[in-house]
């Protein structure tokens, strides 16, 4: 019977260190992030490109490593700011977080990532579901299923998207 060992890192090691493909940083462990499928990149471009396009006052980046915890780096498929940071990671909480899920994401570790980017104070946190054409809004432990005309985020501004554009060109 073999065991697997994790070998713990610090955040400087993390931080200074590129990985290929992104990795995350939970507690000194390297975490694999799911990404590469078609339908997941499509969704990502089509939100990146949307938001961007529909409002040009906010940053709309994807892959943008983020603080989540002293001792947890996250990576949110697209992070939205008001303003850039002043510094090389996200220290700040995004004004929007969002995830496109992968058929490999597991929803506790999924659910872990969305606590984590709520207790940083993210104000508005978005899983998309390419497979099912699903749409959450995530907030205080909770994941809401969207059922209408479009998701959309609370404060100002208020972005929205509409099915038709996070889910265009996909099969």
């Not at 099912?132 to 059922?147: A, Q």
Request: glycine residues 4%.
């Amino acid at each position: 019977m073999s065991m697997s060992v994790e070998t713990l890192i610090s955040v400087e090691e993390y931080l200074s260190t590129s990985y290929d493909p992104d990795m995350e940083y939970v507690d000194g462990v390297l975490v694999e992030r799911n990404v590469g499928e078609w339908t997941h990149s499509s969704v990502q471009s089509n939100l990146i490109f949307a938001l961007g396009r529909k409002y040009p006052s906010v940053y709309v980046l994807p892959g943008l490593t983020s603080l989540t915890r002293a001792t947890r780096y996250r990576i949110p498929d697209i992070s939205v700011l008001l303003v850039l940071p002043r510094t090389k990671y996200l220290l700040d909480a995004a004004y929007l977080a969002v995830e496109v899920l992968s058929e490999d994401d597991r929803m506790s570790m999924m659910m872990e990532k969305l606590e984590e980017y709520d207790c940083k104070g993210v104000p508005n946190i978005w899983v998309i579901d390419p497979r099912l054409r699903k749409m959450w809004v995530y907030s205080s432990g909770v994941l809401n299923e969207v059922r209408g005309d479009c998701i959309a985020t609370i404060g100002d501004p208020r972005l929205e998207l509409s099915p038709d554009e996070i889910f265009q060109d996909l099969a």
